[in-house]
Each structure stands twice: as C-alpha cells, then as structure tokens.
Nanobody, 119 residues
Framework: QVQVAESGGGLVQAGGSLRLSCTAS????????TDWYRQPPGKQREWVAG???SGVTSVTGRFTVSRDKAKNAVNLEIDSLKPEDTGGYYC?????????????????WGQGTQVAVSS
C-alpha cells in the first residue's frame, strides 16, 4: 500500500517563506503526478500547485514545487506568506503500483500539515 506523509508546517510570520515536504512510501510503485492542496479554516480544499512525476521544478505564482531526489520527497515552497495562506496543506500522489505483476492505478492523500501565518 502506498502511503504519503507531509511535514514542515508550523507558525510563521507574514512575508516569510516556508517549505513543506511530501514523502511517499510503499513497495513497487511509481508516481505519475504530485499535487499540493490546501484547506483554509471553514473552507473547501483547493488545489495549490502540482508537478508530473518526471518533473524537477514547477512554479505557480508564490508556490514552487520541487523534487528532492536525495530524500525521495516533493517539496512545496511558499514565498511571501500571507495570513490567508493559513490552513491545512495536503499532498496527493497518483501513479501505478505493481501488485502481483499487475500495474494498478492508485491515488492517495496524506494526513496534512498545518500552516498558520500571523500578521
């Protein structure tokens, strides 16, 4: 079973930067795409940024997704943080897993990491 874990959240001041990490674990799987979402308090989850499995870096406004090969992780860096960036940040990966010689598509969410931005 493929699992995902996010880390790096915390309390930061507005104007600063923060790096979140998404680490996947499991056996015999490939990642076709990694997406980051966020969920502000009392609001719906929304897409923030993403990158294909073969990508290295992807920039969407203040959000940069990058691959850390050494740690087998996909990071989300948020620049110029604003109080409205406060919320839970979630990583979702999808790809293929080899199960008894069959390639089975999967999609899995992490438990999220909390970010709070003070003004």
């Amino acid at each position: 079973q493929v699992q995902v874990a996010e880390s790096g959240g915390g309390l930061v001041q507005a104007g600063g930067s923060l790096r979140l990490s998404c680490t996947a674990s499991g056996s015999s799987f490939s990642v076709d795409h990694t997406d980051w979402y966020r969920q502000p308090p009392g609001k719906q989850r929304e897409w923030v940024a993403g990158m294909p499995g073969s990508g290295v870096t992807s920039v969407t406004g203040r959000f940069t997704v990058s691959r850390d090969k050494a740690k087998n992780a996909v990071n989300l860096e948020i620049d110029s943080l604003k109080p409205e960036d406060t919320g839970g940040y979630y990583c979702k990966i999808r790809g293929l897993q080899n199960i008894r010689e069959a390639l089975i598509p999967y999609g899995v969410w992490g438990q999220g990491t909390q970010v709070a931005v003070s003004s």
